[in-house]
Antibody, heavy 123, light 108 residues
C-alpha cells in the first residue's frame, strides 16, 4: 500500500535549522510531484512547498520562501524539507503528501498524506 | 492570495442526519476545489476532488457540488465515524494552494 513516513522533527531554538525527511513506498515515487503541508496546533492546514517529479521545479509559500528548501532523491524514494532560520511561527505538524492532478499546482490535491512529524520552535 | 471561507465553523448533528458545509472562495476558482476529512491525531484524507468527484473508497453518502465561488459538501445519513473536522482547499490560482479554516462536525 502507498505509505509516506516523515522523520526528523523535534524541538529547536529560533534561528536554528532542521531537515525533515519523508520516506515513500508502495508507488513509483519518481513519477509523482510531492508536497509539504503543515498544520499549526488548532489551525487548518497550510501548504508549504511542492517539487516536481524530477526535482526541476519547486514552488513555495511566501511565509517560507528563502528559508525552506524542498528537494528529493528519487534513487532513495525520499523527499526532504530543509528548514533554516526557524521562527516560533513555524511550530506545526509537518506532513508530506503525494500530488494528484494533471498540473504541478493548478487543479491539484493531496493523496495520501503521511502521519506527520512535529516541529516545535522554542527558546 | 485566494481566501477560502467555510461555514459554519462548527455544527452539531445526530446519526442519520443530512448536513451541508459551505466553502466560499474570494474569487472564482472554476471547479478547483477539494474536500478533506480530518480526525483527531490523524492526517487529513481527501473525500472529494475537483468539486464533485468522489475519491475511491469514500462512501457514497458524501457528495460535493458547486463551481465558481460557492461550493458545498453534503453528508447524507450521518454515521458515527463521520464526526470529524472538514476542510476545503483550492488550487486554482497558485501558488499558494490555500485551505479553509475548517468545520468541526460534532455529535448532538
Amino acid at each position: 500500500q502507498v505509505q509516506l513516513v516523515e522523520s526528523g522533527g523535534g524541538v529547536v531554538q529560533p534561528g536554528r535549522s532542521l531537515r525533515l525527511s519523508c520516506a515513500a513506498s508502495g508507488f513509483t515515487f519518481r513519477n509523482y510531484a510531492m508536497h509539504w503541508v503543515r498544520q499549526a496546533p488548532g489551525k487548518g492546514p497550510e501548504w508549504v512547498a511542492v517539487i516536481s517529479y524530477d526535482g526541476r521545479n519547486q514552488y513555495y509559500a511566501d511565509s517560507v520562501k528563502g528559508r525552506f528548501t524542498i528537494s528529493r532523491d528519487n534513487s532513495k524514494n525520499t523527499l526532504y524539507l530543509e528548514m533554516n532560520n526557524l521562527r516560533t511561527e513555524d511550530t506545526a505538524m509537518y506532513y508530506c503528501a503525494r500530488h494528484r492532478g494533471a498540473e504541478l499546482l493548478s487543479g491539484s490535491w493531496f493523496d495520501p498524506w503521511g502521519q506527520g512529524i512535529l516541529v516545535t520552535v522554542s527558546s | 492570495d485566494i481566501q477560502m471561507t467555510q461555514s459554519p465553523s462548527s455544527l452539531s448533528a445526530s446519526v442519520g442526519d443530512r448536513i451541508s458545509i459551505t466553502c466560499r472562495a474570494s474569487q472564482s476558482i472554476s471547479s478547483h476545489l477539494n474536500w478533506y476529512q480530518q480526525k483527531p491525531g490523524k492526517a487529513p484524507e481527501v473525500l472529494i476532488y475537483t468539486a464533485s468527484n468522489l475519491q475511491s473508497g469514500v462512501p457514497s453518502r458524501f457528495s460535493g457540488s458547486g463551481s465558481g465561488t460557492d461550493f458545498t459538501l453534503t453528508i447524507s445519513n450521518l454515521q458515527p465515524e463521520d464526526f470529524a473536522t472538514y476542510y476545503c482547499q483550492q488550487s486554482y490560482s497558485t501558488p499558494p494552494i490555500t485551505f479553509g479554516q475548517g468545520t468541526r462536525l460534532e455529535i448532538q
